[in-house]
């Protein structure tokens, strides 16, 4: 179920600095195919206009709202985690942005696209796009 992903150009393996901080990146690239450096400028043009940080929830929401992504619910606490989500990707053919305590996720064809496997964790808001 997970699966190792990180698009970040400068991440070698060896600076773990990048292992975690860009995970709103990270996570908006592996659901849209779009590649580090422009989710990037998207999300900080609009923490830019905001006056919010690139990786706030405002920003992104935002960002992903204007890609296609809908609001699916807020989560009550222990309801569903990651990988529920990603078994739901799989049967729904849709790619899921998972908002989890401190973090974001993408889930896609059943697979947690990440830089750690996140399964356990437990989703308190998530995004939904349906996969043509």
């Known amino acids: 179920m997970f699966k190792y992903f990180n698009p970040n ?3 070698d393996g060896k600076n773990k600095r990048w292992k975690h901080v860009d ?3 990270r996570s908006i690239c592996a659901a849209t195919g779009k590649g580090w450096h422009e989710v990037y400028k998207l999300l ?8 919010v940080m690139p ?10 709202t204007e890609l296609g992504f809908k609001s699916v619910k807020k989560c009550k606490t222990g309801e569903k985690k990651v990988k529920d989500i990603a078994n739901q990707s799989k049967k729904e053919r849709k790619v899921f942005l998972c908002k989890v305590n ?4 993408c889930c896609r064809d059943g697979d947690i696209l990440d ?7 437990l989703v308190t808001q998530y995004w939904e796009k349906t996969i043509k």
């Open 55 to 64: 990786n706030d929830m405002l920003a992104y929401k935002k960002v992903i």
């Open 23 to 25: 995970c709103t990146v």
């Open 102 to 105: 401190n973090h974001v996720v």
């Open 9 to 11: 150009p400068i991440y």
């Open 44 to 51: 900080t043009k609009v923490g830019l206009a905001e006056c």
């Open 115 to 121: 830089t750690w496997d996140s399964s356990d964790c």
